[in-house]
């Protein structure tokens, strides 16, 4: 069974749903370590992507990819911040490797590891610095190998969505030295990255969508 458009659909419906269910504690991670606009960042990026994907006589979306590319336009016109370019930059990446009605468990690894490399082409961060790569980077790895151990494409996404949740929580203890939680230095230790705890937020909804 592949991902389909359908499914790149609900993945954008139910990432929508849990940034805006995760908005205050979002919000609040980034007031410990940065500005405090994180969550609202996203919620206002992924709000503007529901009102085009819904938007009446838009084009048809025939590849998984023409709905990453919505997602990509609108959250570098909509999101300010590190946030907004990243992860703008990490869909639009996706959505160019993923120009097809639906993809497979390879599929799944090659658009995960698009993103990654968009992410980290444009923010420079390495595993370890406290940014969402420590989210993403491990999540990468983690569906690779279950490609590679003969799962299908919802297992690949449990194994990237759980790699996701233990590589947010691993940033607790990190020192941040990317982006504005760079800026405290050791004070950054003791507090979850918002940007590696919301990348956990949308891997978990790509899987929430291929099982519905
Ligand atoms: P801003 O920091 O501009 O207010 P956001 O609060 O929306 O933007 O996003 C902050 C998140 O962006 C951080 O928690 C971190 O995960 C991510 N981030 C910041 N700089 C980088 C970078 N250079 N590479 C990867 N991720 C980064
Ligand atoms: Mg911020
Ligand atoms: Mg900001």
């Known amino acids: 069974m592949g991902l389909d458009v359908a499914w790149a659909e609900r993945w954008v419906r139910r990432t929508a749903d849990a940034v805006a ?55 570098m016109s909509k999101v300010g911040g590190a946030s907004g370019p990243l992860y703008g930059t990490a869909f639009l990446r996706a959505a ?32 370890g ?19 590679d151990a003969g799962s299908d494409p919802v297992e690949v996404l449990r194994a990237a969505a759980d790699a996701a949740d233990a590589g947010a929580t691993g940033t607790i203890p990190l020192v941040a030295t990317k982006g504005r939680a760079s800026y405290l230095g050791e004070r950054s230790a003791g507090h979850e990255d918002p940007g590696a705890r919301s990348t956990a937020l949308l891997l978990r909804a790509a899987l929430d969508a291929a099982l519905d």
Do not use: C, W, Y
């Open 21 to 75: 269910g995760a908005k205050d504690e979002l919000t609040e991670l980034d007031r410990q370590i940065g500005d405090g606009d994180h969550g609202e960042n996203l919620n206002r990026g992924f709000q503007a992507v529901l009102a085009k994907l819904d938007e009446p006589g838009a084009p048809e979306r025939a590849d998984v990819g023409d709905v990453l590319m919505l997602v990509a336009t609108t959250l």
């Open 96 to 127: 160019k490797r993923s120009a097809r009605p639906s993809i497979d468990e390879s599929g799944v690894v090659v658009l995960l590891d698009a993103a990654l490399e968009g992410v980290t082409s444009r923010g420079k961060a390495q595993v």
């Open 129 to 147: 610095e406290k940014t969402m790569v420590d989210a993403l980077a491990p999540a990468v790895e983690a569906a690779t190998a279950a490609a």
